[in-house]
T-cell receptor
Framework: ELKVEQNPLFLSMQEGKNYTIYCNYS?????LYWYRQDPGKSLESLFVLLSNGAVKQEGRLMASLDTKARLSTLHITAAVHDLSATYFCAVDVPGKLTFGQGTILTVHP | DTEVTQTPKHLVMGMTNKKSLKCEQH?????MYWYKQKAKKPPELMFVYSYEKLSINESVPSRFSPECPNSSLLNLHLHALQPEDSALYLC????????????FGPGTRLTVL
């Protein structure tokens, strides 16, 4: 059974600081997704990582994928309050998305 | 346009009621999905349709009955639900069953009394 584990599960950050969220998964996959969810809202697609070594960046967020280590990271640079949300990684094996537990990110002044 | 729409936004039903959730997309996607999400938990896959045929059923109780009348529409028929079925029900679609990015609708917040 595929397991997808994120850490940390809760992250309280100060504005302007950097931090990384980790996503480990237990079986081979060459597709990994990062989604953002605001409270009471749906999921917004952030990144799709399709191959080993893939790196994608959008604004203050950068995601990477190491398929050999079965590890993806979501790096936050110079956090701002607008980034406060829950972030999920999800692994596609095959055609089924299995989500990590989610990381609740709070950015405070 | 990457929009998936869902109706209703909120639904309150009794345990003896029959109701339906509706999902629609006009992106030409041939794969559609139903997920259930409890508070502070990740979404859990329920059903997957590919080219209007049920492809995956994640051992969902029969009180949930999916239907895909055409390539743009996905319904979830609800009957004799339990209070523990209260959750956010999310619909998603993607180009095909194994392709990049599932696009999620806004969800239906279901409360079973």
């Amino acid at each position: 059974e595929l397991k997808v584990e994120q850490n940390p599960l809760f992250l309280s950050m100060q504005e302007g600081k950097n931090y990384t969220i980790y996503c480990n998964y237990s079986t081979t996959s060459d597709r990994l997704y990062w989604y953002r969810q605001d409270p009471g809202k749906s999921l917004e697609s952030l990144f799709v990582l399709l191959s080993n070594g893939a790196v994608k960046q959008e604004g203050r967020l950068m995601a990477s994928l190491d398929t050999k280590a079965r590890l993806s990271t979501l790096h936050i640079t110079a956090a701002v309050h607008d980034l406060s949300a829950t972030y999920f990684c999800a692994v596609d094996v095959p055609g089924k998305l299995t989500f990590g537990q989610g990381t609740i990110l709070t950015v405070h002044p | 346009d990457t929009e998936v729409t869902q109706t209703p936004k909120h639904l309150v039903m009794g345990m003896t009621n029959k109701k339906s959730l509706k999902c629609e997309q006009h992106m030409g996607h041939r794969a559609m999905y139903w997920y259930k999400q409890k508070a502070k938990k990740p979404p859990e896959l329920m059903f997957v349709y590919s080219y209007e045929k049920l492809s995956i059923n994640e051992s969902v109780p029969s009180r949930f009955s999916p239907e895909c009348p055409n390539s743009s529409l996905l319904n979830l028929h609800l009957h004799a639900l339990q209070p523990e079925d209260s959750a956010l029900y999310l619909c998603a679609s993607s180009q095909e069953i194994r392709t990049d990015t599932q696009y999620f609708g806004p969800g239906t917040r279901l409360t079973v009394l």
